[in-house]
């Protein structure tokens, strides 16, 4: 059963923090999140920032809305919209650990290290056939999928840090990474690399 609509209902980095351990899934492929990061209007790294556009529309409607924007016309970016309608919302999923449909997987990324599958945002998109036609489709319903951990998962130590890839908004430390997962992107955050030690 996937994640309800009340899931994302809530602000924000507390959606992000709390996906960090679920599962993404499309098509038969499917990964845990271990990491990913949170934008809110409030502030200037949110494309909702501008306000209410054709482009950030989607942003704007209900929790538990597939945002899927292309990336420096390359890359189709998941991203989950969370908090009321009135409120421009969303966590970027940043990366999965995979645990099904591996073989597919690997054919659509041209890959064959499965921590190199979808460790970065662009790459768990192309990894699952994701692309814009997704875009303000429902997570509740489908086509993509996010379900809660899987029985008997042991909750993820969170790690925070600073978002990457963003020039604006740099000092909120709104990304968040399972400690121990070689699949977070890179650069890893501060002490990750210490967690896969013990590991």
């Known amino acids: 059963m996937s994640l309800p609509a009340a899931f994302y209902d809530r602000p924000?980095?507390?959606?992000?923090?709390?996906?960090v351990g679920c599962v993404l899934e499309h098509e038969g492929c499917a990964g845990v999140i271990v990491e990913s990061e949170a934008y809110h209007h409030s502030e200037a790294a949110c494309h909702a920032?501008?306000?209410?556009?054709?482009?950030t529309s989607v942003l704007y409607r209900g929790p538990g809305t597939a945002y899927v924007y292309r990336s420096y016309g390359i890359h189709a970016l998941l991203n989950a919209v969370c908090e009321p309608e009135e409120v421009g919302a969303a966590v970027l999923i940043r990366a999965l650990e995979p645990i099904e449909g591996l073989d597919r997987m690997r054919e659509r990324r041209g890959v064959a290290r499965d921590v190199d599958l979808a460790n970065g945002p662009g790459k768990l998109t192309q990894a699952l056939g994701i692309d814009l036609e997704l875009n303000a489709s429902s997570l509740v319903e489908g086509p993509v999928?996010?379900?809660p951990p899987e029985d008997g998962a042991a909750p993820p130590v969170l790690l925070a840090g600073h978002r990457i890839g963003i020039t604006k908004a740099v000092e909120l430390p709104w990304r968040f990474c399972a400690a121990g997962s070689r699949h977070v992107s890179r650069p890893w955050p501060p002490g990750l690399r210490a967690?896969?030690?013990r590991g």
């Not at 924000?12 to 996906?19: F, G, T, Y």
């Open 195 to 197: 967690t896969l030690a």
């Open 12 to 19: 924000v980095v507390q959606v992000a923090r709390d996906l």
């Open 49 to 55: 920032y501008v306000g209410l556009t054709a482009r």
């Open 145 to 147: 999928l996010i379900h």
